[in-house]
């Protein structure tokens, strides 16, 4: 049987397309841990352009969404404070899951189970193309960021750390 390339909806595409975004379907073969990395090479795009979908929690355990640029890390003491949290860390991947209806390694911010606030890396907005997580492990879509603000309300921040 040959290896079929096709990706089924995911609600993050049925969510763009509902609005008539255009985007790019980019399946690649999903690696365990290997994140922007990975996809990046898989698909040869430089990994500054692949944006990961974060999904951390506030002091009193509030949801929201972080893009950030997949070689950079998010400091969270920057965002905390621009986003007047007093902390902001990570979700545990089983908690993320349940905000989002994602499992981690295929988290998008288009179509998640719950309505969180998301702040965007500002650089990310400057980019002609981003990648970001279409809904599904091994798959991307490509798209204008400018999708993020108008779809999601994205508020940009500035947060980024380089590893």
């Given at each position: ?8 909806e995911?609600?993050a595409t049925?969510?763009l ?9 980019h399946?690649?073969?999903y ?7 990975e996809?990046?090479?898989?698909l040869?795009?430089?990994e500054h ?14 949801p929201?969404?972080?893009l ?6 998010v400091?969270t003491k920057?965002l905390?404070?621009q986003?007047?949290?007093k902390?902001?860390?990570p979700?545990?991947?089983?908690v993320a899951?349940r905000?989002s209806g ?6 998008s911010p288009?179509g ?13 907005l400057e980019?002609e193309?981003?990648?970001l997580n279409?809904?599904?492990r091994g ?11 108008e779809?999601?309300?994205?508020k940009p921040?500035q947060?980024?750390?380089v590893d």
């Amino acid at each position: 049987m040959s290896k079929s390339r096709h990706v089924s909806e995911t609600p993050a595409t049925q969510l763009l397309r509902r609005h008539q975004v255009p985007f790019g379907e980019h399946p690649y073969d999903y690696v365990e841990h290997g994140g922007t990395e990975e996809s990046a090479r898989q698909l040869g795009v430089d990994e500054h352009l692949v944006v990961k979908t974060l999904v951390m929690e506030d002091e009193h355990a509030k949801p929201l969404i972080v893009l950030m640029h997949g070689d950079r890390t998010v400091s969270t003491k920057n965002l905390a404070r621009q986003i007047g949290a007093k902390r902001v860390e990570p979700c545990k991947p089983e908690v993320a899951n349940r905000h989002s209806g994602y499992l981690v390694g295929g988290t998008s911010p288009f179509g998640t189970k719950k309505a969180m606030p998301v702040y965007v890396e500002a650089s990310i907005l400057e980019l002609e193309t981003i990648w970001l997580n279409g809904g599904r492990r091994g798959f991307l879509v490509s798209l204008a960021p400018r999708v993020l603000t108008e779809l999601l309300d994205a508020k940009p921040v500035q947060c980024a750390s380089v590893d």
